[in-house]
């Protein structure tokens, strides 16, 4: 996955080193090289030059240098805390997406006529105000209702394990524990069930460390409370501002627990550690001795994911934990958490799930939050918010409709002609190193070369047949929260489904229409979907310099994964293997540990500063 946002391009194509602050008009001439003077030159030549900023001494400052021109002429919208390329990109992008939703063709696939029809259903602001809270009390009650907004709360109608699992199955929320089913890490050949830690709403870093984050946390804690008592009010239950708030702390107190049992991400990049195969009894058995009061029955767990595929387990059913210490110390705390405070955070977690898709009074207060936590001005307009939410449910059904206005085949072609100029670029730097043996260095051929490459869109777009049938569960109706159940739902019912299915090392896991890529470590296969393919990052009708400066750093970036601290974990085939010898591991961890201490060197004098960087 992409991580690196860069504002400007230029510090990627050009190395100025550190020399004197020189004229790009006679730089050109003291160099003894033709010089390209066509009209693709030109233009290019042109956009580099509106993106320095001349007066900079690129020895004292090269950011501001290669990229202040750029910074300075793209202001930060008020919808947002930060601004850069891939903004840039993901603005054109929505606004294509937004005219594809839009409009209603007869002649669309039917997939892409429901993406169309939910885009109007988001949008329909008239039918979600009337509907106000409505659906989410309705929503709330199937689970006995939330306590911190009733005033006649029974906790005999409440079932932690029923609103955990409804909250997976329907809304892919996490509360407690992660579940989910995916490539079977040491056997690229089959899919395994997984079961990981809870995530949490909050980054980790603030939940453990809320003393570096009071206003963060204390705007949490109030925009909690404040549904709360909306909730209290529309239901005429009456619940006082100070209950709400001592609840509303309570909530929080609980996931600060619930984040501190939790492995943090610089501690789970060995795949090795995270993998720990065991049959549903032995899991059984394991959570049992965390406690003698709070329970869980797995077998529960997986006949109520699994209850409409079909499929049957016994005990022996064979499944990876990636966390065993959570698990066991997730029961110890849920052990000793009141029932009442226990059942306002899982109806909490599902109301955070649903409050953008909510009526305004709802949204409004998740924009509040917001506000403080990000620093933006402004909330996003709605026409936005329902094209994200749309293609993030129908992402194939409305990347199918973009690739075929959107998308030159031609591009294609020459993203693959570039990959493979890149794969023998690295190949010749692979034969270059010094501190991999020749053992390494052979099987890092062998990876690169069995690497599989996805480009553009998905191979079955050409058979319209097959886009109807992905989407045949799907019945888009006008009601906007009943649509994002039904699309969750069925996400996660075509994820449970593969668990008996054969791999199929070729099916795309994105949508198309996005602006992003990524390296699936696991089928040894690197993603670029068609929506990154576009300017600025790639372009047909320039210079190939700036394609290979651009799109290159983004191919370059993603190939590298496949041999990185994790890539190297995994073999060709994308298991979990070690592949690399044990004399050129240390040889690279020595290597690595200097920038270990660099990084661990620096001091960040504003904290809120430094936080607000790391987020991006």
């Given at each position: 996955?992409?991580?690196?946002?860069?504002?400007?391009?230029?510090?990627?194509?050009?190395?100025?080193?550190?020399?004197?602050?020189?004229?790009?008009?006679?730089?050109?001439?003291?160099?003894?090289?033709?010089?390209?003077?066509?009209?693709?030159?030109?233009?290019?030549?042109?956009?580099?030059?509106?993106?320095l900023?001349?007066s900079?001494?690129?020895?004292?400052?090269?950011?501001?240098?290669?990229?202040?021109?750029?910074?300075?002429?793209?202001?930060v919208?008020?919808?947002?805390?930060?601004?850069?390329?891939?903004?840039?990109?993901?603005?054109?992008?929505?606004?294509?997406?937004?005219?594809?939703l839009?409009?209603?063709?007869p002649?669309?696939?039917?997939?892409?006529?429901?993406?169309?029809?939910?885009?109007?259903?988001?949008?329909?602001?008239?039918?979600?105000?009337?509907?106000?809270?409505?659906?989410?009390?309705?929503?709330?009650?199937?689970?006995?209702?939330?306590?911190?907004?009733?005033?006649?709360?029974?906790?005999?109608?409440?079932?932690w394990?029923?609103?955990?699992?409804?909250?997976?199955?329907?809304?892919?929320?996490?509360s407690?524990?992660?579940?989910?089913?995916?490539?079977?890490?040491?056997?690229?050949n089959?899919?395994?069930?997984?079961?990981?830690?809870?995530?949490?709403?909050?980054?980790?870093?603030?939940?453990?460390?809320?003393?570096?984050?009071?206003?963060?946390?204390?705007?949490?804690?109030?925009?909690?409370?404040?549904?709360?008592?909306?909730?209290?009010?529309?239901?005429?239950?009456?619940?006082?501002?100070?209950?709400?708030?001592?609840?509303?702390?309570?909530?929080?107190?609980?996931?600060?627990?619930?984040?501190?049992?939790?492995?943090?991400?610089?501690?789970?990049?060995?795949?090795?550690?995270?993998?720990?195969?065991?049959?549903?009894?032995?899991?059984?058995?394991?959570?049992?001795?965390?406690?003698?009061?709070?329970?869980?029955?797995?077998?529960?767990?997986?006949?109520?994911?699994?209850?409409?595929?079909?499929?049957?387990?016994?005990?022996?059913?064979?499944?990876?934990?990636?966390?065993?210490?959570?698990?066991?110390?997730?029961?110890?705390?849920?052990?000793?958490?009141?029932?009442?405070?226990?059942?306002?955070?899982?109806?909490?977690?599902?109301?955070?799930?649903?409050s953008?898709?909510?009526?305004?009074?709802?949204?409004?207060?998740?924009?509040?939050?917001?506000?403080?936590?990000?620093?933006?001005?402004?909330?996003?307009?709605?026409?936005?918010?329902?094209?994200?939410?749309?293609?993030?449910?129908?992402?194939?059904?409305?990347?199918?409709?973009?690739?075929?206005?959107?998308?030159?085949?031609?591009?294609?072609?020459?993203?693959l002609?570039?990959?493979?100029?890149?794969?023998?670029?690295?190949?010749?730097?692979?034969?270059?190193?010094?501190?991999?043996?020749?053992?390494?260095?052979?099987?890092?051929r062998?990876?690169?070369?069995?690497?599989?490459?996805?480009?553009?869109?998905?191979?079955?777009?050409?058979?319209?047949?097959?886009?109807?049938?992905f989407?045949q569960?799907?019945?888009?109706s006008?009601?906007?929260?009943?649509?994002v159940?039904?699309?969750?739902?069925?996400?996660?019912?075509?994820?449970?489904?593969?668990?008996?299915?054969?791999?199929?090392?070729?099916?795309?896991?994105?949508?198309?229409?996005?602006?992003?890529?990524?390296?699936?470590?696991?089928?040894?296969?690197?993603?670029?979907?068609?929506?990154?393919?576009q300017?600025?990052?790639?372009?047909?009708?320039?210079?190939?310099?700036?394609?290979?400066?651009?799109?290159?750093?983004?191919?370059?970036?993603?190939?590298?994964?496949?041999?990185?601290?994790?890539?190297?974990?995994?073999?060709?085939?994308?298991?979990?293997?070690?592949?690399?010898?044990?004399?050129?591991?240390?040889?690279?961890?020595?290597?690595a540990?200097?920038?270990?201490?660099?990084?661990?060197?620096?001091?960040?004098?504003?904290?809120?500063?430094?936080?607000?960087?790391r987020?991006?």
């Open positions: 996955m992409i991580l690196l946002r860069y504002g400007c391009l230029l510090a990627l194509l050009i190395n100025v080193g550190c020399v004197p602050l020189f004229n790009l008009n006679t730089w050109e001439r003291e160099l003894d090289v033709n010089v390209c003077t066509t009209s693709q030159c030109q233009q290019s030549a042109a956009l580099l030059v509106r993106s900023n001349q900079a001494d690129p020895c004292e400052d090269f950011y501001q240098f290669a990229c202040g021109g750029w910074v300075a002429s793209h202001e919208p008020k919808t947002r805390s930060h601004w850069n390329q891939f903004n840039v990109v993901d603005d054109k992008l929505n606004s294509q997406l937004k005219k594809i839009e409009t209603d063709d002649m669309d696939p039917e997939p892409v006529r429901s993406a169309h029809r939910m885009y109007e259903a988001c949008m329909d602001t008239e039918r979600i105000e009337a509907a106000g809270l409505n659906p989410l009390i309705k929503l709330l009650d199937e689970f006995g209702g939330w306590p911190m907004a009733m005033t006649d709360w029974d906790p005999t109608d409440f079932d394990l029923k609103i955990t699992l409804e909250s997976i199955r329907r809304w892919s929320t996490m407690l524990f992660y579940f989910y089913v995916y490539v079977d890490r040491k056997n690229s089959q899919s395994v069930i997984t079961v990981d830690q809870a995530s949490v709403v909050l980054p980790r870093s603030m939940l453990v460390e809320p003393a570096l984050y009071r206003t963060q946390i204390e705007a949490y804690k109030q925009w909690i409370a404040a549904n709360a008592l909306l909730m209290s009010r529309h239901t005429k239950q009456n619940v006082s501002v100070e209950s709400a708030v001592i609840a509303a702390d309570e909530v929080v107190a609980l996931e600060m627990e619930l984040a501190a049992l939790t492995t943090p991400s610089e501690m789970r990049r060995n795949a090795f550690r995270m993998y720990q195969p065991m049959t549903l009894r032995t899991l059984q058995m394991w959570t049992d001795t965390a406690s003698d009061t709070f329970r869980v029955d797995w077998a529960r767990v997986v006949a109520h994911l699994f209850a409409e595929t079909g499929l049957t387990f016994d005990l022996g059913e064979r499944l990876i934990v990636r966390e065993m210490d959570f698990l066991f110390h997730l029961f110890k705390l849920l052990e000793r958490t009141p029932t009442r405070v226990l059942a306002n955070y899982l109806h909490w977690r599902l109301v955070k799930t649903v953008r898709d909510l009526n305004s009074e709802v949204s409004n207060l998740a924009f509040e939050f917001e506000r403080v936590f990000t620093g933006a001005e402004l909330d996003v307009p709605r026409w936005q918010d329902c094209v994200e939410t749309v293609t993030s449910l129908m992402g194939f059904a409305v990347g199918y409709k973009y690739v075929k206005l959107h998308f030159d085949n031609e591009a294609k072609r020459t993203a002609q570039m990959v493979g100029i890149m794969e023998a670029a690295f190949l010749s730097q692979v034969d270059a190193l010094t501190w991999m043996d020749e053992e390494t260095r052979t099987a890092t062998e990876k690169l070369l069995a690497t599989t490459y996805f480009i553009g869109y998905p191979h079955w777009y050409h058979n319209e047949s097959a886009l109807v049938a989407y569960e799907v019945e888009v006008r009601n906007h929260l009943e649509n159940e039904l699309l969750k739902t069925v996400q996660f019912r075509q994820m449970v489904r593969n668990l008996r299915r054969p791999i199929d090392r070729l099916e795309w896991l994105t949508s198309p229409a996005i602006v992003n890529a990524y390296n699936n470590l696991q089928m040894n296969s690197v993603i670029f979907p068609a929506g990154i393919l300017p600025p990052f790639f372009q047909m009708d320039r210079t190939q310099a700036l394609n290979y400066g651009s799109i290159g750093v983004v191919i370059g970036h993603e190939i590298m994964h496949g041999f990185d601290d994790m890539g190297r974990l995994n073999d060709k085939y994308g298991n979990l293997a070690q592949w690399w010898s044990e004399a050129t591991i240390q040889t690279y961890l020595q290597k540990q200097c920038f270990v201490d660099q990084y661990n060197s620096y001091r960040c004098p504003n904290w809120m500063m430094c936080f607000t960087q987020r991006r």
